[in-house]
Nanobody, 121 residues
Framework: QVQLVESGGGLVQPGGSLRLSCAVS????????MAWYRQAPGDERELVAD???????NYAESVKGRFTISRNNAKNTVYLQMSSLKPEDTATYYC???????????????WGQGTQVTVSS
């Protein structure tokens, strides 16, 4: 069983900062790519940032220069440092990891439970 636990969401004023964390636990061979998505009510879930096993990163245009994705492979944890937050960043944020399973040696995606980020005065 593989489990993803997210933390770090909350209420913040415009211009403020938050740091999200997502820790992977359970039985698996290795973690490949890791990513953060977000979804506001009525909207499609969108990719915010991703990071490969070697540290290569990609960002949505709307967050470039403000958000930073990073990972700690020893802890199987991915982070999203968010700064200069705007009201339009308000959403539920979900982590996603691509895992190589022990049984069958297959790559599969897993999702976190989501953490709410609200940016408001």
């Amino acid at each position: 069983q593989v489990q993803l636990v997210e933390s770090g969401g909350g209420l913040v004023q415009p211009g403020g900062s938050l740091r999200l964390s997502c820790a992977v636990s359970g039985t698996f061979f290795s973690v490949n790519a890791m990513a953060w998505y977000r979804q506001a009510p009525g909207d499609e879930r969108e990719l915010v940032a991703d990071i490969g096993s070697g540290g290569n990163t990609n960002y949505a245009e709307s967050v470039k220069g403000r958000f930073t994705i990073s990972r700690n492979n020893a802890k199987n944890t991915v982070y999203l440092q968010m700064s200069s937050l705007k009201p339009e960043d308000t959403a539920t944020y979900y982590c996603n990891v691509n895992i190589l399973t022990l049984v069958g040696r297959l790559y599969r995606d897993y999702w976190g439970q989501g953490t709410q980020v609200t940016v408001s005065s």
